[in-house]
């Protein structure tokens, strides 16, 4: 069955939130909401980015049901749950490099998540970015699965941001 399947890039553009940068990065705070209906799901331009795991075309049906299932009930349930919040319960550096603890809640689940970033900042703007892999299952999100598991969605996710907030 997996050969039914395919690599999926996800992409969303409508993030908010803040950013309170006081005393470096160790006095920084900040708070994001994703909207889940905002997602893109395999985007040409987005899935040739990526390389050549994601060079199958992916026709607009089949994206059209990647979408449905992803905001369905089983999953991101996004007719109940039409954000995504991550909340810093912590910024700090390890072993020279900024990372930030985030309360996430996805889908009425809550867990902590530790993302990794590099940071640029000017007098009138913040910008992280960064990669990390996270489990869907961490999220307390049981990847997508038909046909008894003969097809599913991996576990591990991989995510790829670039946040930029800007002197208000």
Do not use: Y
Not at 21 to 43: E, M, N, Q, W
């Amino acid at each position: 069955m997996a050969k039914f399947g395919h690599n999926h890039v996800m992409v969303n553009h409508a993030v908010s939130g803040w950013v309170a940068a006081a005393d470096g990065v160790r006095g920084a705070s900040l708070s994001l909401r994703i909207p889940v209906a905002d997602f893109v799901v395999d985007d040409p331009d987005a899935r040739a980015a990526e390389g050549a795991d994601f060079s199958e075309e992916v026709a607009g049906e089949a994206r059209d049901g990647t979408r449905h299932n992803m905001l369905s009930e089983g999953c991101l349930d996004g007719d109940r749950h039409p954000g995504i919040t991550l909340t810093s319960r912590a910024v700090g550096m390890v072993d020279g490099k900024p990372v930030v603890t985030f309360a996430v809640n996805v889908a009425g689940h809550e867990s902590t998540l530790i993302v990794p970033f590099t940071l640029e900042t000017s007098p009138d703007r913040v910008s992280g970015s960064g990669n990390f892999v996270l489990r869907q299952s961490d999220l307390g999100l049981v990847p997508f699965s038909i046909l008894l598991g003969a097809l599913q969605v991996q576990n591990d996710v991989t995510v790829k941001f670039n946040l930029v907030a800007v002197k208000s």
